[in-house]
């Protein structure tokens, strides 16, 4: 994938606009927050070939075979308050469900608080992370790691992990499915701004089919289970536990009964 297949593709404003195509390094979202460091604004996309040192969620690590995927990070920079975070990484989910029906044909789930799944299978996940500005808001790095066209995958995640080849039994060009979740996030990301939290809610509770399922979540240590109720304005996952209702905002999400 080169700088020129990018964009050919890419219809976007902003996001992306300015970009870096790198062959190998240790982390995109460590790139980008290195890239803030030094005063990068809104829109910077990094792409890598290879991740020496891909990170997920809860201090994991993230698996992408080399030039087979997408594993990139977006900069922005919103003025919202840190507890709405949350909702830039359904933002993201939901454009990247979006990217896949349209560029590969695909209907695609997302699963609370940031992951997408094709066929009950994770094929993207996402981890958003805040870094602070000297007197200024604070930039989020959202980064993306996408399995596009691998085939295999490692024992310890081949049950639960797909590719968006494997669902679509064909390859995928990268290059178009990264300019199109770059567009759908543009757009989201304005309605985001444009403080229609409640739009942004709905269209998410319509891609993801979780309300109504038995869950177990492991929320930094403890450990809930009930019936999931909905999604709350500023994102938060509404869990309803013996009668009551308690709002989640981060945490490992097991779908017990669906
Ligand atoms: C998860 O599901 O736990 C989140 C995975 C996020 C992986 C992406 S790949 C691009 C960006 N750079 C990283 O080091 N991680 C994210």
């Given at each position: 994938m080169s700088d020129d297949d990018i964009k050919k593709c890419l219809h976007t404003r902003v996001f992306g606009r300015r970009l870096l195509l790198v062959d190998s390094l240790d982390s995109t979202n460590e790139r980008a927050k290195a890239l803030i460091r030094q005063g990068e604004?809104?829109?910077?996309?990094?792409?890598a070939e290879e991740q020496t040192a891909g990170r997920g969620r809860l201090g994991r690590s993230w698996h992408s075979e080399r030039g087979k995927?997408?594993?990139?990070?977006?900069?922005v920079t919103p003025d919202m308050a840190p507890a709405e975070a949350g909702l830039l990484s359904l933002c993201a989910a939901l454009a990247v469900s979006?990217?896949?029906g349209e560029t590969a044909g695909l209907s695609a789930e997302c699963k609370w608080p940031n992951d997408v799944l094709l066929n009950g299978k994770k094929c993207c996940?996402?981890?958003s992370e805040a870094i602070p500005r000297p007197g200024r808001n604070p930039a989020i790095v959202i980064g993306i790691g996408i399995n596009v066209n691998q085939s295999a995958f490692p024992p310890e995640i081949?049950?639960?992990?797909t590719s968006v080849m494997l669902a679509a039994?064909?390859?995928v060009d990268r290059a178009a499915l990264l300019a199109a979740v770059l567009l759908h996030l543009e757009s989201l990301y304005a309605l985001l701004l444009g403080a229609d939290r409640a739009?942004?809610?709905?269209?998410?509770?319509?891609?993801?089919p979780m309300t109504g399922t038995t869950v177990a979540v492991d929320a930094g240590g403890t450990r809930l289970s009930g019936t999931v109720a909905g999604f709350d304005r500023d994102g938060a996952m509404i869990l309803r536990t013996e009668g009551s209702e308690r709002k989640i905002y981060?945490?490992?999400?097991t779908i017990i009964q669906p």
């Amino acid at each position: 994938m080169s700088d020129d297949d990018i964009k050919k593709c890419l219809h976007t404003r902003v996001f992306g606009r300015r970009l870096l195509l790198v062959d190998s390094l240790d982390s995109t979202n460590e790139r980008a927050k290195a890239l803030i460091r030094q005063g990068e604004e809104e829109g910077t996309a990094v792409v890598a070939e290879e991740q020496t040192a891909g990170r997920g969620r809860l201090g994991r690590s993230w698996h992408s075979e080399r030039g087979k995927n997408l594993t990139f990070s977006l900069i922005v920079t919103p003025d919202m308050a840190p507890a709405e975070a949350g909702l830039l990484s359904l933002c993201a989910a939901l454009a990247v469900s979006r990217a896949l029906g349209e560029t590969a044909g695909l209907s695609a789930e997302c699963k609370w608080p940031n992951d997408v799944l094709l066929n009950g299978k994770k094929c993207c996940g996402i981890l958003s992370e805040a870094i602070p500005r000297p007197g200024r808001n604070p930039a989020i790095v959202i980064g993306i790691g996408i399995n596009v066209n691998q085939s295999a995958f490692p024992p310890e995640i081949e049950r639960t992990a797909t590719s968006v080849m494997l669902a679509a039994g064909r390859e995928v060009d990268r290059a178009a499915l990264l300019a199109a979740v770059l567009l759908h996030l543009e757009s989201l990301y304005a309605l985001l701004l444009g403080a229609d939290r409640a739009a942004i809610v709905s269209q998410w509770t319509e891609a993801c089919p979780m309300t109504g399922t038995t869950v177990a979540v492991d929320a930094g240590g403890t450990r809930l289970s009930g019936t999931v109720a909905g999604f709350d304005r500023d994102g938060a996952m509404i869990l309803r536990t013996e009668g009551s209702e308690r709002k989640i905002y981060a945490g490992d999400v097991t779908i017990i009964q669906p």
